[in-house]
Antibody
Framework: QLQLQESGPGLVKTSETLSLHCTVSGGSITKTGYYWGWIRQPPGKGLEWIGSFSYTGTTYYNPSLKSRVTVSVDTSKNQLSLKLSSVTAADTSVYYC????????????WGQGTLVTVSS | QSGLTQPASVSGSPGQSITISCTGSTSDVAGYNYVSWYQQHPGKAPKLIIYEVSNRPSGVSTRFSGYKSGTTAYLTISGLQAEDEADYYCSSYSSAGALYVFGPGTQVTVL
């Protein structure tokens, strides 16, 4: 059974870079037809897609975050990574990693999420 | 940032049917059959319940159904149960540059 587990610091200082990892087990991150992405949810608010890495090696980013975001994959570790630079309090959120089915553009498996708080 | 609109809340009594709307544009909902719906219980990760407008993943109750008309997609929950009380988010592919655009979410309350 596919499992995704986010990890990383729960507290990041304002203006620094937020870095998270998502370890995938029970399936290969290089499997054809799938995208691996990050979605965040500020406390008490809705979902926002951040970016995704395609099985073709292409990355896709939310235009509103594109200048600050890098999503990458380490195939040797079966791991997805997120870097978000120049963070502010507005970036405080629960960050989820998720698998996207390319054929349906739907997110069919999710990690449990990790809360990242940005504070000075 | 959301390009999709949903009602903030919908409620119903056990056994009733409710419908949640998700309105977008020709760049997303109307232009593609890539509308998905997610159920999220408090403190939990979202769960995919409908993909490609009307398809249910394996294991999802048949009480959940979806359809689309023009720029609006709909999620219907039939035979409402207490366990259906959750937040529901619609999502669509968007040609405006985002793989996934989410609606603001609808809180479903079972009376």
């Amino acid at each position: 059974q596919l499992q995704l587990q986010e990890s990383g610091p729960g507290l990041v200082k304002t203006s620094e870079t937020l870095s998270l990892h998502c370890t995938v087990s029970g399936g290969s991150i290089t499997k054809t037809g799938y995208y691996w992405g990050w979605i965040r949810q500020p406390p008490g608010k809705g979902l926002e897609w951040i970016g995704s890495f395609s099985y073709t090696g292409t990355t896709y980013y939310n235009p509103s975050l594109k200048s600050r975001v890098t999503v990458s994959v380490d195939t040797s570790k079966n791991q997805l990574s997120l870097k978000l630079s120049s963070v502010t309090a507005a970036d405080t959120s629960v960050y989820y990693c998720a698998r996207g089915a390319g054929s349906s553009v739907s997110l069919d498996s999710w990690g449990q999420g990790t809360l990242v708080t940005v504070s000075s | 940032q959301s390009g999709l609109t949903q009602p903030a809340s919908v409620s119903g009594s056990p056994g009733q049917s409710i419908t949640i709307s998700c309105t977008g544009s020709t760049s997303d909902v109307a232009g593609y059959n890539y509308v998905s719906w997610y159920q999220q219980h408090p403190g939990k990760a979202p769960k995919l319940i409908i993909y490609e407008v009307s398809n249910r993943p394996s294991g999802v109750s048949t009480r959940f159904s979806g359809y689309k008309s023009g720029t609006t997609a709909y999620l219907t929950i039939s035979g409402l149960q207490a366990e259906d009380e959750a937040d529901y988010y619609c999502s669509s592919y968007s040609s405006a540059g985002a793989l996934y655009v989410f609606g603001p979410g609808t809180q479903v309350t079972v009376l």
